[in-house]
């Protein structure tokens, strides 16, 4: 099943795995995010994260970039027409689009299929793995127009890389290619380009084959723990547990390993 073909976000479905690939569709314009892109990534977002048949998300792009980040055409019109409205796209679409794919109850790949800058490049570090075309790289290219770094990237880049070299790649903003974002961190792992998206979804289907549940509360675990002292994380760890422990999912686990079966995950 596919999206409306005229939207800047495509959504598919991969019929019967539980996997859902959202794509940037704006090629004609390096899939740069302008108001229409950034409402339809929200929205399909929103859709995967509560939809219980979408067990994996594999977010990529269409053509040769995979997300260059904030529509700079847009970007100087509103200058002149409506400044406030650059500002609060901030809240409005790039905070909660960082914490849907950080946090939403699924692992969610990333395939960087081209050059991810900006906001795009924090999108895919939002994600739990980045699968990288070997023509790809990544740029924190915020500073290159006198911005500050947003969409969660003051968070995730330090977390990968380290805060010493994070402060290198925010203030001498270039293009990382995939082999050293391979070595700093940033890829999970580098594929030839005809390979990507294959291989990207040979994984999602690995881990919507999983415990789901399982899957999101590490997720959910693992970013609390980033910002909480150990007290607060033992106690956020127990909750999930009980939540996990509770799950039909769990249940199926104990049954399979003492009849010497393989388990069968529902996601429940």
Known sequence: MSSDASSPVQVDHDAGS?????????????????????????EALRTVAGDPEVRCVV??????????????????????EDAEALWRTVAEHYNPVVELLA???????????????????????????RYVAASAGFNLAFTGIAL???????????RLVGTARAKELLLFPRTVPAEEALSLGLATEVVPDEEL????????RQLAAG?????????????FSAGHGLA???EVEET?????????????????????????????
């Open 197 to 204: 998206l294959p291989r990207a979804l040979d994984v999602a």
């Open 103 to 129: 946090t939403m109850d699924k692992p969610v790949v990333a395939a960087v299929n081209g050059v991810a800058a900006g906001a795009g490049a924090a999108f895919a570090f939002a994600c739990d793995l």
């Open 59 to 80: 977010l990529t792009g269409t053509g040769r970039a995979f997300c260059v980040g904030q529509d700079l055409k847009e970007h100087v019109q509103l200058l002149g």
């Open 232 to 234: 607060d994380s033992l």
């Open 18 to 42: 539980g996997v859902a690939v959202l794509r940037f569709h704006r090629p004609e314009a390096m899939n740069s995010l302008d108001v229409a892109t950034k409402d339809a990534l929200l």
């Open 240 to 268: 999930l547990m009980t939540r996990t422990g509770t799950s039909t999912d769990h249940r199926a686990a104990v049954d399979a390993f003492l009849a010497k079966e393989k388990p069968v995950f529902t996601g429940r």
């Open 148 to 158: 500050s770094c947003d969409s969660g990237t003051s968070w995730s880049l330090p």
């Open 211 to 223: 415990p789901t549940l399982a899957y999101g509360a590490v997720r959910r675990a693992v970013a």
